[in-house]
T-cell receptor
Framework: AQKVTQAQTEISVVEKEDVTLDCVYE???????LFWYKQPPSGELVFLIR??????QNEISGRYSWNFQKSTSSFNFTITASQVVDSAVYFC???????????FGAGTQVVVTP | KAGVTQTPRYLIKTRGQQVTLSCSPI?????VSWYQQTPGQGLQFLFE???????NKGNFPGRFSGRQFSNSRSEMNVSTLELGDSALYLC??????????????FGQGTRLTVV
């Protein structure tokens, strides 16, 4: 079965602290894609990153970085030097060839206080 | 490049009524997916359309239906509304759809409240 688990419901940090969001996934496919989305209070899901199952390179984009480890079925997301504007709900999602949809995790609420 | 546009943004309906939500995808995108977001169930897939054909459907009752037009715009309809249908309905557009793994871009959603 296809499943995405985000065990952290809410993380509160003070500005400039780093925060890491965990994502663990399950799929029977060998070809799959992983995503992270940000949902600010306005409601729109903002695309952050896509990774396919054959590319285990970690990625850094500004203050954001992602650690993909197939051995542990994890795709974790780190925000370095957090800012108040990072406050949002972050979703990890998975899609594979047999499913044809995005399977989302429950989301992690990140609260950054000044 | 314009993003995904959903109309209306907010809607209040009475139980038993029906509602139609609209989604205009990013120009050139042929896949449109719909998701329902509620506090209890999270984000759940409703259906996906590609070139006017429904390719995939989530586990929702037949009261939920959709369609896609030749210009890729999509509508979803919910008939005989129930209180539990109150949710944020999100539309996502992508070039080739979830099966290809291309990233999906979401609209701001339609907040439906059923009273």
């Amino acid at each position: 079965a296809q499943k995405v688990t985000q065990a952290q419901t809410e993380i509160s940090v003070v500005e400039k602290e780093d925060v890491t969001l965990d994502c663990v996934y399950e799929t029977r496919d060998t070809t799959y894609y992983l995503f992270w989305y940000k949902q600010p209070p306005s409601g729109e899901l903002v695309f952050l990153i896509r990774r396919n199952s054959f590319d285990e390179q970690n990625e850094i984009s500004g203050r954001y970085s992602w650690n993909f480890q197939k051995s542990t079925s994890s795709f974790n997301f780190t925000i370095t030097a957090s800012q108040v504007v990072d406050s949002a709900v972050y979703f990890c999602a998975l899609t594979d060839h047999s499913w044809g949809k995005l399977q989302f995790g429950a989301g992690t609420q990140v609260v950054v206080t000044p | 490049k314009a993003g995904v546009t959903q109309t209306p943004r907010y809607l209040i309906k009475t139980r038993g009524q029906q509602v139609t939500l609209s989604c205009s995808p990013i120009s050139g995108h042929r896949s449109v997916s719909w998701y329902q977001q509620t506090p209890g169930q999270g984000l759940q897939f409703l259906f996906e359309y590609f070139s006017e054909t429904q390719r995939n459907k989530g586990n929702f009752p037949g009261r939920f239906s959709g369609r896609q037009f030749s210009n890729s715009r999509s509508e979803m309809n919910v008939s005989t509304l129930e209180l539990g249908d109150s949710a944020l309905y999100l539309c996502a557009s992508s070039l080739r759809g979830p099966l290809s793994g291309t990233e999906a871009f979401f609209g701001q959603g339609t907040r439906l409240t059923v009273v």
